[in-house]
């Protein structure tokens, strides 16, 4: 890893939720979307954030935005804290991070055309592009991502899904950012037009040196674009590290699970590696267990794991990854 400082960074990122009230009997709960997050990201780099359904994955991706506030916790990205920005100068440092939805049928507009979608980030941030030059801008945007310009004026429900996930993260290039969170960007499309939307994230990040959080629950998909692995579970990392080393070797027993699922052509494989079932449901975000999050799932659950929370930090002799786990894989 290059020993540059990081583009993106959140220590202690946590953010809580108040629900219930007077409709279930007066009483308020708490929900821990994400609850004590630290990640980085170096410039052109692509850092994989894996994990089951309402672990906090799309929370945290708001958080490192700023489009949410957090319960405690900073993000900095270039090492200014974006919480503490002034609200214009807030509004520049955005366009240094955008969005890629995973939904393409649901993240434009049908009102408006394919040039009015790219062009409009060009018509709020008035200073980046002049007035005159914009529709060509948004026109060349549309053919970098493989889009035909001669296309401009069609509606979104002219487009196919791809072509409509195409068409998003056109608009997200518009600002000339230096970062994409990307949402599930490829969870509602078919395979085939799966790989052909990852082919093009990549090759957009050697070409304008993007770096991507890339939020997925597709491990196959992951282990293709990333070069780090983060993996959350109920609000917390609970594994990081280096994309083979993670894969090859996982520290923690919840992403041997994860792991363990993905799907093997080969029945020989299958069969040595063997399928972990993870006894019961997830634990609510609301009603957390007491000290390791996973311990209530866990086959190697002893006294500890319940009475005290464990550290992510590197397991001894091995300085590639940071497991939060008390007794993690060798």
């Given at each position: ?43 052109g ?25 957090p ?96 068409l ?19 969870s ?27 939020v ?52 020989r ?15 609510s ?36 990854r ?9």
């Amino acid at each position: 890893m290059s020993d540059d400082p990081p583009l993106l960074e959140a220590r202690g990122l946590v953010k809580h939720y108040k629900a219930g009230g007077p409709a279930v009997g007066g009483r308020r709960t708490t929900v821990k979307a994400v609850d004590g997050v630290d990640l980085t990201l170096r410039r052109g780099s692509t850092l994989g954030l894996v994990g089951e359904s309402g672990c906090g994955k799309s929370t945290l991706s708001r958080l490192l935005m700023a489009l949410d506030r957090p319960t405690s916790g900073t993000v900095l990205v270039e090492g200014r804290n974006l919480l503490r920005l002034p609200s214009a100068e807030l509004r520049r440092r955005r366009r240094d991070i955008q969005l890629v939805m995973q939904d393409p049928y649901t993240s434009l507009d049908p009102r408006m055309t394919a040039l009015e979608i790219v062009r409009e980030p060009l018509d709020i941030h008035r200073d980046l592009v002049p007035k005159q030059d914009r529709a060509s801008r948004a026109r060349e945007l549309l053919e970098t991502v493989g889009l035909d310009p001669g296309h401009a004026n069609r509606h979104p429900h002219q487009f196919s899904g791809g072509q409509r996930q195409r068409l998003g993260i056109a608009r997200a290039l518009a600002l000339r950012p230096k970062i994409l969170v990307c949402d599930e960007p490829v969870s509602a499309l078919d395979v085939s037009v799966q790989a052909q939307v990852i082919n093009l994230l990549k090759e957009l990040q050697r070409e304008f040196g993007l770096s991507y959080v890339f939020v997925a629950h597709d491990l196959a998909v992951v282990r293709h674009v990333a070069d780090e692995i983060a993996v959350m579970y109920l609000g917390r990392i609970v594994e990081q590290g280096d994309r083979d080393t993670v894969f090859a070797l996982p520290a923690h027993p919840y992403t041997r699970a994860l792991l363990s699922a993905v799907p093997d052509p080969d029945p020989r494989r299958r069969a040595a590696a063997g399928r972990i079932v993870l006894r019961g449901d997830p634990p609510s975000p609301s009603r957390p267990p007491t000290g390791c999050a996973f311990h209530t799932r866990c086959w190697k659950s002893e006294e500890l794991c319940a009475a005290h929370r464990p550290v992510l930090s590197a397991p001894p002799a091995d300085d590639r990854r940071q497991v939060s786990c008390h007794f993690p894989e060798n």
